[in-house]
């Protein structure tokens, strides 16, 4: 966890001497994600999640990114159980390192009704997070009739009501677009609940780009 802060606060330091030749895109990209998850571990194992967000980009003099700041609200349905199990609502700063790794630090405030498993049906309301998330991608196939992009990701996410990492999450998956507004994309997912059950889950997803 330290050394990720450590990383995180370079880039926002090395980025802000960079402030006084830069300024906002113009344009930001708004994504609508809608996301089926399948638990192949736990029961009650199928998830709907709907996410919306706008990406604001900083740019530099050369018109290249300093690093993007991305509010976003999400929602998540137990199909199961019928119920409307995660709201959040936060924003995220990150930077692309490199064109195939980005490094995000999101704070968000959460409203949950969790399964949980043994413990059963779980409330708590109006507490904050902080995620990390590190991404690793490459494109994998470049026609002009399909194109695949490939890629690795990770996601810690600290509690600080409890003052504690709560979820660790790694993910390996495939991206394709599909014309120039919509995004597929497959992937297996871990997800490692540090005082709580673990899950194993195969995932599909639309995005609207716009």
């Known amino acids: 966890m330290r050394k990720r802060a450590a990383a995180f606060a370079f880039v926002l330091l090395f980025s802000w001497f960079s402030f006084a ?3 906002w895109d113009k344009k930001p990209e708004f994504r609508w994600t809608q996301l089926y998850r399948y638990d192949i571990r736990q ?30 609200f999400e929602i998540r349905r137990n199909i199961d159980k019928g119920l409307t199990e995660r709201k959040e609502a936060g924003l995220e700063i990150g930077k692309d390192i490199a064109p195939w790794m980005y490094l ?20 708590k309301n109006g507490f904050a997070e902080a995620e990390t998330r ?14 695949l992009k490939g890629f690795v990701l990770e996601e810690y996410t600290y509690d600080f009501d409890q003052g504690a990492g709560m979820r660790n999450e790694v993910a390996i998956g495939f991206i394709v677009p599909i014309g120039k507004y919509v995004e597929a994309g497959v992937n297996w997912r871990h997800i490692d609940r540090v005082t709580y059950y673990d899950s194993d889950t195969c995932e599909a997803t639309v995005t609207l780009v716009f």
């Open 21 to 23: 030749f830069a300024g």
């Open 43 to 72: 029961d009650n194992h199928q998830l709907y999640n709907n996410r919306i967000s706008a990406a604001f980009n900083y740019l530099d003099s050369q018109q290249k990114q300093l690093f993007e700041i991305t509010p976003f």
């Open 104 to 123: 995000g630090e999101g704070f968000q405030y959460v409203w949950i009704k969790e399964d949980y498993l043994f413990y059963g049906d779980y409330e």
């Open 134 to 147: 590190l991404m690793f991608s490459h494109t994998l196939l470049d026609k002009a009739y399909l194109k």
